[in-house]
Structures are given as C-alpha cells and as structure tokens.
C-alpha cells in the first residue's frame, strides 16, 4: 500500500522547514522513569513556536506551496493549534492567512491567531459550518485550504519529529503518540518505521472518546463520538490518510481517564517544571500506567506534543479543584 509520505518526504520536510522550527530538546526525569518502569524520554514540542508540533506540518505545508499559489493565501478551518501554527507559518512567508473559527473559540485562541496576523472568519460551531464557511473562503480568496491532518505535507512535516527524536536518543524501543486525527501519529511512524523496522508504536488517546482504539480493534474506521474531554485536541476522528497508517502500521492504541490525564499533567509540572496541554499530557498517563507497564520496551521516547493550555484550566488542576466540566473546545 502506498501512504500519505515516505522517508524521502520527511527527509525533504525537514530541510525545507529546517530555518524556521525550533529542534526540540528532550527531558529525562528520574521520578517518571521509576513509575513507568523504564526510561522515558520526553520529546519537548511544547517548546516548538507557536507551542505545539503542529508548527512543523503547516511550515511545511505552506512552504511546499508553489509562489502563484502560495500569493493567494492559506485557509483553514481550527480553533486550536493548527490556527496558530498555520498563521505563524503563513506570516513568516509572507502571505495572507484566512482561518475560520468557531464563534465559541476561546477569546485568547483568537486572539493568539490574529497576533501571528491570521485573518479570523467566525462560523457556527459546529462542523458543516466550519467546513462550508472555510470552502466559501477558498472560493472568494483563491486561498489554498490546509488541513488540519489530512494533509499529505502536513503529515511529512510531523514526521521530521521522529527525525529528531531518533538522532538525539539512540536505541528507542517504542514511541508514545497522542492520537486525535492522526496527522503526527502517520508521520512519526512513516519516518521511524523506515529508520527502525522494531521500534513499537503506541498511539494514546482519552477513554471517552476513544474512536482511534474502537478503529484499531476492528479494522474499521470508527467516527469520533464528541464526548467531552479535557484533551481538546484529541477529539476528532482518523482521516482518510492517517487512518490506514494507524491500521497497518501503529502497534496498538490505548486509552488513559480523565483522571489519569490531569494527574499527568500535574505530575509533569511538579516533576519536570513544564507545562503541558491535557492532549499532551495522554501520552505521559500511559506511559506511567497500567497499559505499557505490562509492554516489554525497555525504553520510550514520549510526545509532549504541545504546552498551549487555557490559564483557568491549569490553575484549577494545580489548586486540586475538580473539573466538573471539560473544555467543549472542536477539534483542532
């Protein structure tokens, strides 16, 4: 089977987006290792501009444009990472950015959109909104719309994360991936299963969603339910290039609580000094859990795949608050 990008598209990501990410260091931290049994390293994309590992696919996406192309601007539908990452990109090409939000975004969302120079489209907050608002937006503008994650340069620019990672750690046994659509999973794995054949891959994502792991136990795509989950990231469901990569060539997905996940998040800032969004913060929760620990790596390599975080939220998780109520955030 063919899929979305092959090393030679990651390779060529990497050194197309070389002069504008930022490499990503990667943490040890000795508590974490001793819960989880073994070494855990963590690959820091929240250090990554604009916050997430989401900089790198539309860096890639919007420099892979041709210059007729790329002179009619960029579009999008996301009220989260993407937004920005693809704003940012946008603006350091110097072309327009055009991304359509939901009206219930989160204010500072918006407002870290517009500040990288995005153009902001309100629609319904629903989905055929954003996807008619964004298809209306292209039409009038001539814009190119990137997707969030199906998005073939998108996809080969997550995967410069497992390039990366493999040259600065050597001898991984498994690679721990947050899963939502799926854009950074299928580059991660496209990239380390070409470098390192054993290498497992084990994609997380948050039990009341769980789409990806219903899709991986039965061999067919399942739709993202909408059930609510402090991962905002992670709730959408695998797209029609991502899902045959999580299919053939993901080892497994597993599932971590909401509880397990803000206690993650807390346990990583405590420890570690660095803040983490709760779709980060899947990964940890299973590499600390009773999942992996029953795995036989040795050694892991763990995304922390971004830090962009609402204030109130993390403030009520480091007061011991309750949250009653998770972030009723769309997908990214």
């Known amino acids: 089977m063919t899929f979305a990008a092959d090393l030679s598209d990651i390779q060529s990501a990497a050194k197309r987006i070389a002069p504008f990410i930022h490499t990503t260091p990667v943490l ?27 900089f790198r696919g539309a860096s890639n996406a919007v420099w892979s444009l041709c210059d007729a192309d790329a002179a009619r601007g960029v579009a999008t539908h996301s009220s989260g990472n993407h937004a920005q990452a693809l704003a ?36 319904e907050p629903n989905q055929a909104s954003r996807s008619s608002t964004a298809a209306r937006v292209c039409e009038e503008t001539g814009a190119t719309f990137i997707a969030p994650y199906d998005n073939r340069a998108v996809i080969a620019g997550q995967g410069t994360i497992a390039l990366e990672l493999l040259a600065q750690v050597a001898g991984l046994d498994a690679i721990i991936v947050p899963v939502g659509g799926g854009g950074m999973i299928s580059g991660i794995t496209l990239a380390a299963r070409a470098l390192c054949p054993g290498i497992k891959i084990i994609g997380v994502e948050p039990s009341s969603v769980g789409d990806a792991a219903q899709s991986k136990l039965l061999g067919v795509r399942q739709a993202a339910t909408g059930a609510l989950t402090i991962a905002d990231g992670l709730r959408t469901s695998l797209g029609d290039l991502t899902w045959p990569v999580v299919r053939d060539l993901v ?66 998780l480091f007061a011991g608050e309750r949250i009653d109520t998770p972030m009723r955030m769309p997908s990214r």
């Open 28 to 54: 040890r931290c000795g508590h974490l290792d001793s819960l989880a049994g073994r070494a855990l390293h963590f690959k820091c994309e929240v250090f990554q501009r604009t916050g997430s590992f989401k």
């Open 251 to 316: 080892d497994s997905v597993v599932t971590v609580s909401e509880d397990e996940i803000k206690s993650a998040l807390r346990l990583v800032y405590e420890r570690m000094k660095v803040v983490i969004e709760p779709s980060a913060a899947v990964g940890v929760a299973a590499a600390i859990g009773p999942l992996c620990s029953r795995s036989d790596f040795r050694s892991a390599g763990v995304i922390l795949c971004g830090g962009n975080i609402d204030p109130l939220t993390l403030a009520e």
């Open 88 to 123: 940012c990109a946008a603006r350091l090409r110097g072309i327009a950015a055009h991304v359509v939000m939901p009206s219930d975004s989160s204010p500072t969302k918006r407002s870290a959109v517009e500040s990288y120079g995005g153009r902001v489209i309100e629609c």
